[in-house]
């Protein structure tokens, strides 16, 4: 493959399995990308016609709504995911499904990230200054400030568009990965560029798509932690146990991918000319397929996460996503007029 320099998208393409237990850990991805796609279609897809169809559109369920798009986005695509991963990472799709679904598997969970951030800076806008969130948090805004997450999302994408294709090997297996074949004259100068681009975008992932909004997250949920203690509200406030369950869930499924996808780019040029730290390649499918499955847990969270659990049960699906999603009036804070509407931090209840 000297003359058409391409790197494998997840280091996987030359593994092999010599025992029982890199067997297992080829199969049990499979199975839980399997479970992923079915709940997640199934449960964002019920979020989506709640929230875009049942329910008058506010802040909190646009939030939610964009969010549920992504995850059922991002889960839709899981079954080609699948089919290349049983396949020993050759794709079968042809050159237009490579770039198509891996630029909306990079959007979608970028997007994911940036739309949590986002909900928890809305969260603690509307906790520690419930009257100008009264005054100025409204829906057209916040169709507007919706668009960030997605245009960063697909800004970070960027190298997909220009460098994923369909590349053969000697052998004539296709591999839908990064190829440099058009950046230089040179297999040396392709490595160069070819270093250069996935190291940048190793450690832009990792920052940008991982560490900022979790950063962000954290500090408005202390915020909003703080404010619920001196408040009172600790033990009853679903927001915050919604909110919880919902970052921890996240930080759980992600945050294991993101630390070996940093190794991995920390040590590329090892991994990529010496054929060092395989175990790195061995960790890729198991943990990223723990990341996806996170895609299908939100909307269990909103369900079932939350005052009266049993009775949410008893309750039809649809109807216990449309409460969890719905307002609620009680205000957040006492500094807001009692005689107004409700305020809009009343949202922060919302989930």
Partial sequence: MEGNF????????????????YGVLRIIPLVVLAITFVLGVLGNGLVIWVAGFRMKHTVTTICYLNLALADFSFTAT?????????????????WFLCKLIH?????????SVFLIALIALDRCICVLHPVWAQNHRTVSLARKVILGPWILALVLTLPVFIFLTTVSDPNGNVYCTFSFASWGDTIEERLKVAMAMLTARGIIRFIIGFSMPMSMVAIC??????????KGMMNSSRPFRVLTAVVASFFICWFPFQLVALLSTVWLKEMLLEHKYKILNILVNPLSSLAFFNSCLNPMLYVFVGRDFRERLIHS?????ERALSEDPAPTSDTAPSSAAPPAGGELIAM
């Fill in 317 to 321: 699906l649809p109807a216990s996503l």
């Fill in 78 to 94: 899981l079954p080609f995911l699948i089919v290349s991963m049983a396949m020993g990472e050759k794709w079968p799709f042809g």
């Fill in 6 to 21: 391409s790197i494998p998208l997840n280091g996987t393409e030359d593994m092999t399995y010599e025992s029982s237990g």
């Fill in 221 to 230: 949920y202390g915020l909003i932690g703080a404010k619920i203690h001196r």
């Fill in 103 to 111: 630029i909306i598997v990079d959007i979608n969970l970028f997007g």
